[in-house]
Structures are given as C-alpha cells and as structure tokens.
C-alpha cells in the first residue's frame, strides 16, 4: 500500500499519514491532497510517498488528490523544505504560506491560461520608458511625457563590464550590483534577462514594495512587448494570483516580478535571480514564517544552480560584507547614467539657529529659490501625524494607547488620536481627561505640522503631503504620483514611502528634517537604515538635467554618518560601521535568532522564556551565546505583553543545529493556552 505523506497547514513541524483513496496515480509527490482532519478537511501537499507508516493501517484515513493542478516540482518542495528547517517552522506552514490563497483552498482558477495577470495599462505618467538621454520634458502638462518608444541606447562601459559579468556567469554565482540611484541599474538587470529570454529562460525580479511595481511592470513590459509577464504581490486578485502562479510553473511565463512572496513561485526554466533595493527591510517577512526573500532567493539560486543578481545604491553591510570577503561578486556602477552629477550633500547646524517650527532659515531660502525657478523641493520627515504625542501642560497627562507601550499621535486633519502600532483611534479630546484643563499641547512635529508651517510661509505654493494617510490607497498613491510628475506641486512634504524608485524630473531640492534621533537609537542596524534612507530620498533630487541639492538639517554636522553622506562615500561608511559591528560581535560576524512570547501578563511571557531557556541549557550546545529574556522595547501591544530572548554564535551550522534541537523540546513543553510564542532567525528588529 501506498502510504502519502502530506504537509498540512497545522501548527506541528511534522507530515501527516494517509492512504491514497482510489486508483493509483503515477505522480503522487507535489500534487494537492483533500484528507479529513479533525473534525474538518483540509488541503495540503504530498510531499513523500512511503511503504510504510508509523500508524497502524486501519487507523489510516484516505486522502483524495485534487484534479487537474498540476504537481508541484520537486525543487519547489525543496525550498519549502529548507525555510522549514532554516526558519524552524513547520513544513505544512510553508508549503501553504508558499501557494496562493486559491489553491490553498484546492481551487482552480476559472479560466486558468487566460493572461495570468495583465500588466495593468499604467498611465503613461507612471510609465518612465527608456528615454532619450538628457531629453528634459517641458513643464507641466502630462502630454510631454507621453514620448517616444523606448529607445535603446548602449550600454555604458561599467553596465556593458557587469552585463558580461552576469550573463557569462557559469552556474550559481552571487553578484552585488552596487550602483547609485540613476546609475542604470535597472538597465543591466533588463539586459540580463534579455539575455535570459533569449536561450529560452525564464526570470525572476523581487522588488520590495506594491507601490513600485506598476512602474517597473510598465518598464520591463515596454521593452519586452512579445514575453509573458506576470506579477506577484499582495494587491494583486486571487484569481490573477493563482493564473500567474500556474503560468509560472508550467513555463508559460517568462518573467515573474513581484514581492518578496514571489520567491516561492515555482519557475522551471528559472535562470536568473535579480532582487532590486537588496538592502530592503520589506524582503523580511514580520510575522508567520519569518523569511528573508533575499536570502531565500539566494538559496534558490544555488539550488538551480544560476546567477543572481542582488542590486542597490546601499547594499545591506551584510551584502557589502560578502563582496569584500569574495563570497558575492561586486559589480560598480559608480556614476549616474544621464544626469550630470551626483547631488550637492550639505548639513545645517540648527544648534546656532532658532528654528521656524522645525525649519532652518537655509532651508526656507533653499525653497523659496525652488520656487522662483519653478522647481520642486521635497521636505523628508519621515514621521505621519500632526504630533507624535498631545500634552496637558498642567498636570502632566499625555496621550498613551491603552493597548500599547506607546503614545497616540495627533492627526490633525481629521481630529483623531492615533495608536500606529495597533490603529486604535479616538477623537482628540477638547479637554484634559484628568484635570480639564482646555490647553492641551501638541509635541514634537510630523508631516501635517509641517505642512501647516509651509502653507503659512509660502502661501501661493502648491503643497503635496505624501504619506500612509494622504495616499491611503493605491488609487490616491498614483493620483499623488501623477500629480507631481505632471509639475502640480512645488513642495513636498513625504515620508519614506517616497524615498524609493521614483524618479522626479523637477525635484532639486530635499530637505532633511528631524533625523538626529535615529543617529543614538538602542538599534544596531539604525545607522546603516537612516544612511540608506538619506542616500535615497537624496537620490531623488537631480535626476535628470537640472542638478540637485540635499540639505540635511543636525545638530550633529560631524557625524560620521553626515560626513559620508556628504563625500557620497557609501564604502567609508559601511566600513566603519562593519569594524564595530566586529568589535561588538554582531552580525555579519555572528548569527543570531529571537525566541520571542507574548502572555496577558509578562510575567507568563518571562516564565516561558525561562523555562526556554533552562531547556537551551540542558542541551549544553557549544559555541551558543543566550542573553537574559527581556521585555521587549514595544513591551505591550494590544494588551499583550511581549518579551524575547536572543541566541547568538559565530558559527551558522552551531546556531542551526542547537536550534533544532531546541526547537523539538519547546514544542513537547506543556504551554500556558493564552500564551504565544515563535522563532524569529536572522532577526532584522528588535
Ligand atoms: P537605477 O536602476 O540604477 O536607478 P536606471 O536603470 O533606472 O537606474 O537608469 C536611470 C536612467 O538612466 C533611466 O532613465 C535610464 O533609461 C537611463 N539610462 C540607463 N542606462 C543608460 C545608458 N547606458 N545610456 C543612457 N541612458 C541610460
Ligand atoms: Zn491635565
Ligand atoms: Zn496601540
């Protein structure tokens, strides 16, 4: 008898048992199963066939193979099998997490070989087609950009250097593209997959936000008019979600783009990997299975044996790291490819000034001379709200969230106090709650503060705030988009989500406002996050003829961080901050791993833990570092108390090792019900 083992979406790291109901089929391993389970039926994936079972046969229930998918290759199960292990999670986790939601449930798409998911007709606005080098559109008015068909210009001889590179790659290879903002990045990964399509491959991009990928898909579908593009994220249609995956695994796509959840389509011809911002937190999965896309992409890469291609203007200095020690292949594009020059990098010392509001006088005048010249400036703050907190000054009461560790921020425009960490909302308050007082203070400044400042000083202007609040959905996001590539504003005011792949023809001036805090942050990775972020938003500025400006306001002009911003020393920066990070034993010199809990209370969080961490030490591991438990730095979230414990070593196979042995204990533990907890590795917050 055969005996299936299929991975089921159940909380346990373990396959289930079950007969095979009916006529033998041939291939049985990747098809999609329907068994009985507990009281329900569930779907799940065959991963193995056996012989035998551990069960006995009458005890056995039948499983019933789902008609017409196709079975899930070998090399896909493969990969879910390695996040299983490498993130500790339990396969049957995996394998669902990694199917679209339609065929989670056994679905087919109705129609499953219509055009997996039409590349949507973006607005020629949002579409920056290659275009004539320094052709600068005219002002204002949307048909000067409704230009030519792509253009194909040459390479120039860094891309032309890093296109060989790639393209005569033998085999699994990891290469860094390390080119700045503009310097034609996107240009070798698209002749890179040029040359992918042409032996018949096909290619994968991650790109690690929604909002980026209408404006990729318009580019790459421009410049491949005949190949079968499909996209893969979170805003795109079950239906179309599932036609894409399908097209994918049978071949018929020829380039899939999406997310980081696109690393786990399956691709059979797949022979190139490029995963655009590398460096960006969203390829980390928060919650669930935990993975890194990047790092899972790379495993892929050297599962199938190809080149990747892991591009940014800041790598990760994890990634910068690989370079230098010759495990990655670095590739530089060290100059912009059409604009003149690199930005004009400057701090304002606010210690010497009074500031208007959070506004130096250099940076007013910067604007007002924007203005003049009929360009744009875009002030970055990255903080939402009107203020981050609001005060009663005589009796000291401020705005907490009652569910959280943390503070209501203000938002003004709609008169509403705000938790952004677990939404709850109220109605400011006309007066104290504790004493009544009717003067209660804002503190500190977000974008609507900011807005409001610069409304009162350049009245006539056209002011855009580009934030989670203003641009709520996709639709206000393009229209804001639309609005300023069409030259309908003369100042804006954003937070990071405008700090990435958008390319503003008219914008020569970025203010920087409000970013000291993140120099002194408890956080490791601040610093390498806020240079990244600076480098970008500055990125923006001067991208096309018109030379650009970054004025970065700090009280601390001499910051290594500033200084490295200024010289646009990228490698400088990364190097300093990588010898601390040695010094101080963290990663990319260590590996490290979170076990983390949350209880009503923090005691039962800390107790866990505990209790964790006797079983770690029972184990008597070598080479593994555990840290106290402690709470967390968020210690509350929605009336939950959380606390984590950190594992480190400097040997992955150590740490990988211990952990499974530990893994298997704390899963046996007898758990209090209203306690959680999970398994964070290679952890990127803390
Ligand atoms: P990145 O991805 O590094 O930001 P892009 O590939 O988007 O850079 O290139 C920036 C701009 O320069 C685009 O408008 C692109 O069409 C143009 N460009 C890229 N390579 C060349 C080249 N070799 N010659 C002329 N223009 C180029
Ligand atoms: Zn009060
Ligand atoms: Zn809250």
């Known amino acids: 008898m055969k005996i299936l083992q299929i991975a089921l979406d159940v909380p346990l790291p373990r396959l289930f048992d079950y007969r095979l109901a009916g006529e033998p089929a041939d291939s049985l391993v990747g098809r999609l199963a329907r068994v009985p389970f507990g009281p329900g039926v569930k779907i799940g994936v065959v991963v193995q066939v056996a012989d035998t079972s551990d069960q006995p046969a009458d005890k056995l229930k039948s499983a019933e193979l789902v008609a017409d998918l196709p079975a899930l290759p070998a090399d896909w199960l493969e990969l879910c099998g390695f996040c299983a292990r490498y993130y500790h999670f339990p396969v049957g986790q995996v394998t669902t997490f990694a199917l679209p939601p339609l065929l989670r449930r056994g679905k087919k798409p109705r129609n499953p070989k219509a055009k997996a998911s039409a590349v949507p007709p973006a607005p020629t606005l949002l579409a920056p087609l290659a275009r004539n080098p320094g052709s600068l559109p005219p002002t204002g008015g949307a048909s000067a950009w409704d230009g030519p068909a792509p253009t194909f210009h040459s390479a120039t001889p860094d ?152 591009g940014s203007a800041t790598p990760s200095f994890e990634s910068f790291y690989h370079a230098g020690s010759g495990r990655y292949r670095r590739l530089d594009l060290p100059l912009r490819a059409v604009a003149l020059a690199m930005p004009r990098v400057a701090t304002v010392d606010t210690r010497k000034q009074k500031l208007q509001d959070g506004l130096s006088a250099e940076l007013i005048a910067a604007i007002s001379e924007r203005l003049r010249r009929g360009e744009q400036s875009l002030i970055f703050l990255n903080r939402r709200g009107y203020a981050p907190v609001l005060a009663c000054p005589s009796c000291g009461w401020i705005s907490h969230c009652r569910r959280c560790a943390a503070n209501l921020v203000l938002h003004l425009a709609d008169r509403r106090l705000r938790c952004h960490h677990c939404g709850l909302e109220v ?56 609005a300023i590539h069409a030259g309908e504003a003369d100042i804006l005011i954003g937070t990071q989500m405008l700090a990435k792949g958008h390319d503003f023809p008219l914008l020569t001036l970025v203010g ?120 967390m730095r968020l210690a509350r979230l929605k009336n939950r108390e959380r606390a984590q414990l950190l594992v480190e070593s400097r040997s992955r196979p150590a740490l990988q090792s211990f952990l499974a042995d530990w893994m298997t204990q704390l899963y046996t533990l007898k758990m209090p019900r209203d306690l959680r907890w999970h398994l964070d590795v290679d952890p990127l917050e803390f």
């Not at 804002?442 to 202007?461: D, I, N």
């Open 159 to 310: 891309q032309a250097a890093a296109i060989k590179a790639i393209t005569q790659a033998s085999g699994f290879q990891t290469f860094l593209l390390h080119g700045v903002t503009g310097s034609g990045k996107t240009e070798v990964y698209l002749r890179a997959i040029e040359s992918v399509l042409a032996l018949g491959g096909q290619a994968l991009m991650l790109v690690p936000e929604i909002a980026l990928t209408p404006q990729l898909e318009s580019r790459v579908s421009a410049r491949f008019p005949g190949a079968q593009i499909v996209s893969a994220h979170s805003g795109v249609a079950d239906a179309a979600r599932a036609r894409a995956f399908l097209a994918a695994q049978e071949g018929r796509a020829d380039i899939v783009l999406g997310t980081r959840l696109s690393v786990f389509m399956p691709m059979p011809r797949l022979q190139l990997i490029v995963v655009d911002e590398e460096h960006d937190a969203s390829f980390k999965q928060q919650e669930g299975l935990r993975y890194s896309a990047r790092d899972v992409a790379i495993f892929r890469a050297k599962q199938r044996d190809i080149p990747i291609v892991l």
């Open 427 to 482: 109605a400011v308050p006309h007066a104290c709650p504790d004493c009544g007082n009717l003067d209660l203070q804002p503190f500190g400044r977000g974008t609507q503060r900011l807005e409001a400042k610069l409304v009162e000083l350049f009245p006539s202007a056209r002011i855009l705030r580009i934030d989670r609040d203003s641009a709520d959905s996709p639709k206000k996001w393009h229209a804001l988009l639309a």
């Open 512 to 631: 920087v406002v409000g970013a000291d805090a993140a120099l002194f942050a408890a956080d490791f990775r601040a610093p390498e996050r806020l240079f990244s972020q600076l480098m970008q938003v500055g990125g923006r500025s001067g991208r096309a003829a018109l030379p650009g400006e970054v004025l970065i306001q700090t009280e601390y002009p001499d910051h290594p961080l500033y200084r490295a911003l200024i010289e646009h020393d990228y490698s400088a920066f990364a190097q300093e901050q990588l010898a601390e990070r040695d010094a101080a034993g963290f990663p990319p010199f260590a590996f490290q791993a979170l076990l983390r809990a949350e209880a009503p209370e923090l005691a039962g969080a800390l107790a866990f833990l505990a209790t964790a961490v006797e079983a770690a030490e029972a184990l008597a591991a070598p080479d593994i570092s555990l840290y106290d438990p402690v709470p």
